[in-house]
């Protein structure tokens, strides 16, 4: 197993940092490796705020529901979809791009997630911890207007990284049998593969070093899923321009 593997396979969320702020140079630096991820038809769909005002960090805590993180992280970010940027070029061009549709969103969240997770591997490399804050979704009217997002701009995730004060038991991921098909989709294999994951899961929460519980995988996931999550997201998004039929 090769060194980026291993630093691949020991990623855990982190929550609570030392403080020590990141220097401008290091953000800069995982910023420009973040770029380097795959973009959709290269249109490169994102925009990060770097959050180092303290009133807004606070603010942007308080409306993602997570304000304990960011009073200890080094570094506090929101990632946007941005196709501003995009209906800028093309009036440069001396057309009105399309960006009102569904597929537009899908691209979006595919280059934001693509490029966060570049910028993930990079902060972990250096030996920093991190924690994607979906959060952000709670509020995304009000963490627009705090961070002056315009049309066509929408927040997907924030994320705090920082030095960890400690560092987490990697959770157990579903087994590869789960989630890897071969040349069609097998839904039969999931009743026992599934049982023999709550039993790990199981296992690992009643043993981990903090935050024990008894819990499962299925069951989690049947209370996380039994009803809508965040209904105003689509009245949100039209608000920013993404109305399609």
């Not at 959709?40 to 925009?47: G, L």
């Not at 990697?170 to 071969?182: G, S």
């Amino acid at each position: 197993m090769n060194e980026v593997t291993k630093l691949l396979q020991s990623h855990s969320s982190v929550r609570k940092y030392t403080g020590e702020p990141i220097s401008k140079e290091t953000v800069i630096e995982l910023v420009k490796t973040a770029q380097m991820a795959a973009s959709s038809h290269f249109v490169q769909a994102y925009s990060i705020i770097w959050v180092t005002d303290e009133e807004k960090k606070a603010k942007l805590g308080e409306l993602s529901k997570n304000e304990f993180q960011f009073t200890t992280a080094g570094a506090s970010f929101l990632f946007c979809v941005d196709f501003k940027r995009l209906q800028i070029a093309g009036k440069k061009q001396g057309v009105d791009i399309v960006v009102d549709s569904a597929e537009n969103v899908m691209v979006g969240i595919a280059d934001v997630a693509i490029f966060a997770q570049n910028f993930v591997i990079a902060a972990e490399s250096h030996g920093y911890g991190i924690c994607y804050i979906g959060g952000a979704r709670n509020n995304p009217a009000e963490i627009s207007e705090l961070f002056d997002l315009p049309e066509y701009v929408f927040p997907l995730f924030a994320m705090t990284i920082g030095t960890p004060t400690k560092l987490n038991e990697t959770k157990p991921r579903l087994p590869v049998e789960a989630v890897l098909h071969e040349n069609s989709y097998d839904v039969e294999k999931y009743d026992s593969l599934l049982d023999d994951y709550d039993s790990t899961m199981e296992s690992y929460y009643a043993s981990r070093s903090s935050n024990q519980k008894m819990a499962n995988w299925t069951k989690q996931m049947a209370d996380f899923l039994l009803k809508q999550r965040r209904p105003h997201i689509k009245e949100f998004l039209a608000s920013k321009g993404f109305t399609w039929k």
